[in-house]
T-cell receptor, first 113, second 113 residues
Framework: DGGITQSPKYLFRKEGQNVTLSCEQNLNHDAMYWYRQDPGQGLRLIYYSQIVNDFQKGDIAEGYSVSREKKESFPLTVTSAQKNPTAFYLC????????????FGPGTRLTVT | DQQVKQNSPSLSVQEGRISILNCDYTNSMFDYFLWYKKYPAEGPTFLISISSIKDKNEDGRFTVFLNKSAKHLSLHIVPSQPGDSAVYFCAASAGGNTGKLIFGQGTTLQVKP
């Protein structure tokens, strides 16, 4: 069964700690994306990667970092520099190029207190 | 600056009737539009898309209409079913090879039995 997995589903951290969210896909997609969703808002792009070992900042990259060492994996680190880290984080993947839909994982709810 | 807007936060319709969800955009460079459906605490699911060379695309109960001159698209669901109750997001792409999508804020659809 092809798809995108994100783990864990729920994550709790203390303020000041870095935390890494996992995203794995077996769809053989080159492109991967990280979004953040806050209540009543749409999805906002954090980072994206179109190919292994390359990634670009999205609209709200401050306080986040990513790596793309393998085609299947695109982990997101929420650093202590992120001012409002509590949110629902979504990972997606797609074929590279225009006119392709993105497929989303189930998401990770991060709560920082 | 919100480039993709869904001005109705919520919509309630009776089962069997038509649901019409609207989306406006400001960037004339957008050339590919998508609709996603999302249940709480889950990732969005792709529903239907349309490229800017078309004005209509149909898939079963779902039809998307695009009015480029008005920079407006709409999703029609006929007939509406209780299982359609979810948050619907429209998204737009400016093409190229990045695959980046800009999402609207979402509209919560409630279909009453």
């Amino acid at each position: 069964d092809g798809g995108i997995t994100q783990s864990p589903k729920y994550l709790f951290r203390k303020e000041g700690q870095n935390v890494t969210l996992s995203c794995e896909q077996n769809l053989n997609h080159d492109a991967m994306y990280w979004y953040r969703q806050d209540p009543g808002q749409g999805l906002r792009l954090i980072y994206y990667s179109q190919i292994v070992n390359d990634f670009q900042k999205g609209d709200i990259a401050e306080g986040y970092s990513v790596s793309r060492e393998k085609k299947e994996s695109f982990p997101l680190t929420v650093t202590s520099a992120q001012k409002n880290p509590t949110a629902f984080y979504l990972c997606a993947s797609s074929k590279t190029g225009p006119f392709y839909e993105q497929y989303f994982g189930p998401g990770t709810r991060l709560t920082v207190t | 600056d919100q480039q993709v807007k869904q001005n109705s936060p919520s919509l309630s319709v009776q089962e069997g009737r038509i649901s019409i969800l609207n989306c406006d955009y400001t960037n004339s460079m957008f050339d590919y539009f998508l609709w996603y459906k999302k249940y709480p605490a889950e990732g969005p699911t792709f529903l239907i898309s349309i490229s800017s060379i078309k004005d209509k695309n149909e898939d079963g109960r779902f039809t998307v209409f695009l009015n480029k001159s008005a920079k407006h698209l709409s999703l029609h669901i006929v007939p509406s079913q209780p299982g359609d109750s979810a948050v619907y997001f429209c998204a737009a792409s400016a093409g190229g090879n990045t695959g980046k999508l800009i999402f609207g804020q979402g509209t919560t659809l409630q279909v009453k039995p």
